[in-house]
């Protein structure tokens, strides 16, 4: 076992001592779960209480959050993509190795995601997965991208937040569409990139990575600044919209979804 998988506090934060899980309050969210069972609105009588509790976690996280300078540029760089195909999640996580994008390492676990879809809860149905598929690797990212927000957020902890707080690592948000905040209008060419706030605060920027095609939504993680994390997502954005480890992670992601709905297995 590496020296990573062993003494990341991942693992340490993953179990106590005696052996329970405790990641992300996982019994109580467990609990939580069982109330919401399978609803998708607010209609349910039990959501509201369920999602105060639910905030008071993302909130917790929030305030754990730290923006600071990497200590030097990334070395190896990973992304990580859930594909969610009915109940089943399928999580894979890709390492590349600067300056060329070589292929290091590609990781991935699935099972079944009971977790309900709940807007702006999303990273207690994603995290846990997410987390599993990086605990695989052999190799500590020096930087990690998620597929979904950071700071930008209404509670400003969305999934990116959530894994770079649990991992101690890293991480910059790039999501595919705004989930809260007003920005201005972006010019057409790659490059080009304007603030997204939310009232007078800055939660992220939205970065267009080629020319003409819709931009990203680009915000801290953890332990990033957001100017490196611009810098980042358009450096390693090469030839698709999205940077090339999440590019690839969310491919492997839908084409193994793909291959086991085909052979009917839908475990690792």
Request: contains cysteine.
């Given at each position: 076992m590496s020296a990573w998988r062993a003494t990341d506090r991942y693992h340490r934060n993953l179990r106590s001592q005696d052996g329970e899980q405790v990641f992300l309050q996982r019994e109580r969210v467990d609990a939580l779960v069982g109330k919401c069972g399978n609803v998708r609105s607010s209609a349910n009588p039990e959501m509201p209480h369920d999602l105060e509790s639910l905030r008071a976690i993302q909130r917790q996280y929030a305030s754990r959050v730290v923006e600071r300078r990497l200590e030097a540029d990334p070395e190896l760089v990973a992304a990580v993509d859930m594909h969610l195909s009915?109940?089943?999640?399928?999580?894979?996580?890709?390492?590349?190795?600067?300056?060329?994008?070589?292929?290091?390492?590609?990781?991935?676990?699935?099972?079944?995601?009971?977790?309900?879809?709940?807007?702006?809860?999303?990273?207690?149905?994603?995290?846990?997965?997410?987390?599993?598929?990086?605990?695989?690797?052999?190799?500590?990212?020096?930087?990690?991208?998620?597929?979904?927000?950071?700071?930008?957020?209404?509670l400003r902890c969305g999934v990116a937040s959530h894994i770079g707080v649990e991992l101690a690592l890293p991480t910059i948000g790039v999501a595919k569409s705004r989930l809260v905040g007003r920005h201005r209008e972006l010019q057409p060419e790659k490059g080009s990139m304007t603030d997204l706030v939310s009232g007078d605060e800055l939660i992220g920027r939205v970065l267009r990575t080629r020319d003409r095609v819709r931009p990203v939504f680009v915000s801290v993680g953890n332990l990033v600044t957001l100017d490196e994390a611009v810098r980042w997502t358009l450096e390693l954005a090469r030839r698709y919209r999205l940077p090339e480890p999440s590019h690839l992670a969310h491919k492997l992601a839908s084409e193994r979804a793909r291959a086991m709905r085909s052979s009917g297995h839908s475990e690792k």
């Open positions: 009915e109940s089943l999640g399928i999580g894979v996580v890709v390492t590349m190795r600067m300056p060329d994008l070589e292929v290091v390492e590609a990781k991935w676990v699935s099972r079944e995601v009971d977790f309900p879809y709940i807007p702006g809860f999303l990273s207690f149905r994603e995290a846990p997965l997410c987390i599993e598929a990086i605990g695989q690797l052999e190799c500590r990212p020096d930087l990690l991208l998620v597929d979904g927000h950071g700071k930008a957020h209404p």
